[in-house]
Nanobody, 119 residues
Framework: QVQLVESGGGLVQAGGSLRLSCAASGSIFSINAMGWYRQAPGKQRELVAVITSGSNTNYADSVKGRFTISRDNAKNTVYLQMNSLKPEDTAVYYC?????????????WGQGTQVTVSS
């Protein structure tokens, strides 16, 4: 079994910064893509950023230039540095990983962490 533990969410004023972390543990042989998604009230879950095993990155247009995704393969951890936060960034943020386990390739979600940006 694989567990994802997220941390780093909270309340911040517009223009501020937060750093999210997501650590994966369990029977993991290797991790391919790692990503962050978010879901605001009344909206669908959307991709925020993704990083491949080769450290190629992709971002939603709405966060380009403000958010940075990174990973520490030794720690099976993915980070999301969020700068210049806006009220519209308010959402529950979820990490997601594609990994190879003893049961084959699987996709896992974190439990979510609330990010609230006040104006």
């Amino acid at each position: 079994q694989v567990q994802l533990v997220e941390s780093g969410g909270g309340l911040v004023q517009a223009g501020g910064s937060l750093r999210l972390s997501c650590a994966a543990s369990g029977s993991i042989f290797s991790i391919n893509a790692m990503g962050w998604y978010r879901q605001a009230p009344g909206k669908q879950r959307e991709l925020v950023a993704v990083i491949t095993s080769g450290s190629n990155t992709n971002y939603a247009d709405s966060v380009k230039g403000r958010f940075t995704i990174s990973r520490d393969n030794a720690k099976n951890t993915v980070y999301l540095q969020m700068n210049s936060l806006k009220p519209e960034d308010t959402a529950v943020y979820y990490c997601n990983i594609d990994c190879l386990t003893g049961a084959g390739y699987r996709n896992y979600w974190g439990q979510g962490t609330q990010v609230t940006v006040s104006s």
